[in-house]
């Protein structure tokens, strides 16, 4: 039996995806690829950088442009973060540290790409250049998404974040909730952020969006704002 299996990831406008998938050998997979896919078939198998072994697509933009990692090497092998477009990887410079891992995980319309480097701090490749995001303090975070105007949201420690104009913008949850924890998981080209936060006790899960001014943010739920 040969093994394989895919995962999706990321979708653009037009509807492609862009994930990965296993393939070859026999009850291990002899590969896993970056792809694309259109209309529930497989499109493209985009490969992995030079040299590599592995590569994981984990967002699309609607120009058909992917980001996401690849690495290099064998086990316990270098991570890398690249874009590619019509066939051609670029591999995307690491931020200067001593964990030289990176890893793609938004992109927008223009090429701009979020994502992780140096061992986890949140950055974004902007014109091939990669640029540190703000942290108050160095914690374990996760880079969610990027629009088109450069806005990212993620969460870092506890607490959902927009980076906007080099700025830390914590998301706070809901007022009076009992745990005080929230998380952005993505954001659209108005600058309105989507999430989840915690709740007073008693109440469910549900989702919230946060909207930021240069003034103050104002929270959502179930058409009434706070």
């Given at each position: 039996?040969?093994?394989?299996?895919?995962?999706?990831?990321?979708i653009n406008g037009f509807g492609d995806v862009a994930g990965g998938g296993t393939g070859g050998g026999g009850t291990v997979p002899a590969y896993q690829h970056a792809g694309i896919w259109r209309n529930g078939v497989l499109l493209r198998d985009i490969g992995v950088i030079p040299g590599g072994n592995y590569s994981m697509a984990n967002d699309i933009n609607d120009v058909g442009q992917v980001t996401g990692t690849s690495t290099a090497g064998g086990t316990g092998?270098?991570?890398?973060?690249?874009?590619?477009?019509?066939?051609?990887?670029?591999?995307?410079?690491?931020?200067?540290?001593?964990?030289?891992?990176?890893?793609?995980?938004?992109?927008?319309?223009?090429?701009?790409?979020?994502?992780?480097?140096?061992?986890?701090?949140?950055?974004?490749?902007?014109?091939?250049?990669?640029?540190?995001?703000?942290?108050?303090?160095?914690?374990?975070?996760?880079?969610?998404?990027?629009?088109?105007?450069?806005?990212?949201?993620?969460?870092?420690?506890?607490?959902?974040?927009?980076?906007?104009?080099?700025?830390?913008?914590?998301?706070?949850?809901?007022?009076?909730?009992?745990?005080?924890?929230?998380?952005?998981?993505?954001?659209?080209?108005?600058?309105?952020?989507?999430?989840?936060?915690?709740?007073?006790?008693?109440?469910?899960?549900?989702?919230?969006?946060?909207?930021?001014?240069?003034?103050?943010?104002?929270?959502?739920?179930?058409?009434?704002?706070?």
């Amino acid at each position: 039996t040969t093994a394989s299996g895919a995962a999706a990831n990321g979708i653009n406008g037009f509807g492609d995806v862009a994930g990965g998938g296993t393939g070859g050998g026999g009850t291990v997979p002899a590969y896993q690829h970056a792809g694309i896919w259109r209309n529930g078939v497989l499109l493209r198998d985009i490969g992995v950088i030079p040299g590599g072994n592995y590569s994981m697509a984990n967002d699309i933009n609607d120009v058909g442009q992917v980001t996401g990692t690849s690495t290099a090497g064998g086990t316990g092998a270098r991570q890398y973060a690249f874009r590619w477009q019509n066939g051609v990887f670029t591999v995307l410079p690491d931020l200067p540290g001593a964990f030289l891992q990176s890893a793609g995980f938004s992109i927008n319309a223009r090429g701009d790409v979020a994502g992780q480097s140096n061992g986890g701090e949140p950055v974004v490749w902007k014109n091939g250049t990669v640029q540190a995001l703000p942290l108050p303090m160095r914690l374990a975070n996760r880079v969610y998404e990027i629009n088109d105007s450069g806005d990212v949201v993620g969460t870092v420690g506890t607490l959902g974040v927009l980076w906007r104009n080099g700025q830390y913008v914590p998301l706070d949850p809901w007022p009076g909730a009992a745990v005080k924890s929230s998380s952005a998981r993505g954001i659209n080209n108005a600058g309105v952020v989507v999430g989840d936060p915690s709740f007073q006790p008693g109440q469910s899960l549900a989702a919230v969006t946060w909207t930021v001014t240069p003034i103050t943010w104002r929270n959502r739920r179930s058409g009434s704002s706070k």
